[in-house]
């Protein structure tokens, strides 16, 4: 269940623990897709069989695709209940500190870092993690900034 904030909460929360998501599944279907939007279809994401005798032994998933599931993950842990739209506005800090092999599952850590008004919103930042199953490294480390107005 998502912490839940208006905007003026959110605007006067400062630094706080919102908790961690749901486990999410990647498979190589997702994988794939992914590298068909992208048009990023490098083997060691798509070619399960060359995979198998690279670095990780698996297709990986892009770090990119780890990063676009961020918008999702986050509506788990946060939600802003007086907010008519919000926007991805920027990111900080971000690295991909480990692979995501294909079949693997993988849930978000966030934490509410600072908010300002901003006009009729609220600019928020959230340090993240995106932690894979059975792995003590995460995936994906940094900070994400988001505009959510009223």
């Known amino acids: 269940m998502p912490t839940t904030l208006t905007l003026a909460e959110l605007e006067q929360s400062g630094e706080r623990e919102l908790g961690t998501s749901d486990w999410h599944t990647i498979g190589q279907r997702q994988i794939d897709l992914f590298a068909e939007a992208t048009g990023d279809r490098q083997w060691i994401h798509t070619n399960p069989e060359r995979a198998a005798a690279g670095p990780f032994g698996t297709t990986v998933a892009h770090g990119y695709l780890t990063l676009s599931l961020l918008p999702m993950l986050l509506a788990e842990v946060i939600s802003v209940s007086d907010a008519q739209m919000g926007v991805n506005y920027g990111t900080e800090k971000l690295r991909f500190t480990a692979p995501v092999p294909?079949?693997?599952?993988?849930?978000?850590?966030?934490?509410?870092?600072?908010?300002?008004?901003?006009?009729?919103?609220?600019?928020?930042?959230?340090?993240?993690?995106?932690?894979?199953?059975d792995q003590e490294k995460p995936a994906l480390v940094g900070e994400v900034v988001y505009l959510a107005a009223g």
């Open 102 to 133: 294909s079949g693997s599952r993988v849930r978000l850590h966030a934490k509410l870092l600072r908010a300002e008004r901003r006009g009729p919103g609220v600019v928020y930042t959230v340090g993240v993690q995106i932690q894979v199953e």
